[in-house]
């Protein structure tokens, strides 16, 4: 996808991006692939692949979403959490990522940007929990964890009647199934499943609405990030 097809299936989502917010996406692209020449950020390198599989699958799950607050948990490079603070601006946005390298990598981004209320905090989303219970409009991961851990890393920091969403791909349904527990135990209701084609696959988003109060024991502890068998890297490849 070059940039003016990103620019185009922006607008024909109802999403109208500026030249500033276009020039923001370039820098935020040269920093990418500058800084992933010195360590393991991303496997999608070409700027044709980033427009479409980084940016613009960052986006679209948040088309039309009314909200101030925004927690992206096991963030990364950045996705979906920077794109989504390029395109709407007025969102405080927060990104979890426990590993260092990435956070000083996202404060150079933020810097380069001039990214105002976005916060960079070098934590697992389960230490993260413990003073942000409750505290955001939405949480979102993409990539991080099959969907029944994932939704008990992210529904603590979830308002009551806020909202968990689940960037995935094709296996989406499967992990709903399995999660169906998961979603009695932290009182979420799917609310909606989104459907959306990317010349590189299909790419499922999950809506879910937090309807009560997380139990006191979660998030529960996953064991050390580098043996978390959990990661879903099958959309990075
Ligand atoms: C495959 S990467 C995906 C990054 C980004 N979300 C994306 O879609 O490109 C998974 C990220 O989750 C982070 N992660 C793994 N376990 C985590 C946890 N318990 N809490 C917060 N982040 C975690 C990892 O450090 C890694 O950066």
Known sequence: MTEHEFRTACAENGILLDDAQMQQFRTYT????????????????????????HYLDSILPFSGLDIHTLADVGTGAG????????TWPQIRVTLV??????CRFLEAVKEALHLEDLEICPERAEEFAAGHRDAFDAVCSRAVARLSILLELTAPLAKPGGLVIALKGPGAAAEL??????????????????DTSLSAGERVNLYFEKQ???PA??????????KHPLE???WQK
Not at 79 to 86: L, T
């Open 30 to 53: 040269d920093l990418l692939i500058e800084w992933n020449r010195k360590m393991n950020l991303t496997a999608i390198t070409d700027p044709e692949q980033i427009w479409e599989k």
């Open 79 to 86: 996705f979906p959490g920077i794109p989504v603070k390029i």
């Open 97 to 102: 990522e426990p590993l260092k390298k990435r």
């Open 177 to 194: 199934r399995a999660a169906a527990p998961a979603l009695e135990a932290l009182h979420l209701k799917l609310l909606k499943e989104t």
């Open 212 to 214: 009560g109060p997380t």
């Open 217 to 226: 024991d979660y998030p529960r502890n996953f064991g050390q990030i580098k």
């Open 232 to 234: 879903d890297t099958t």
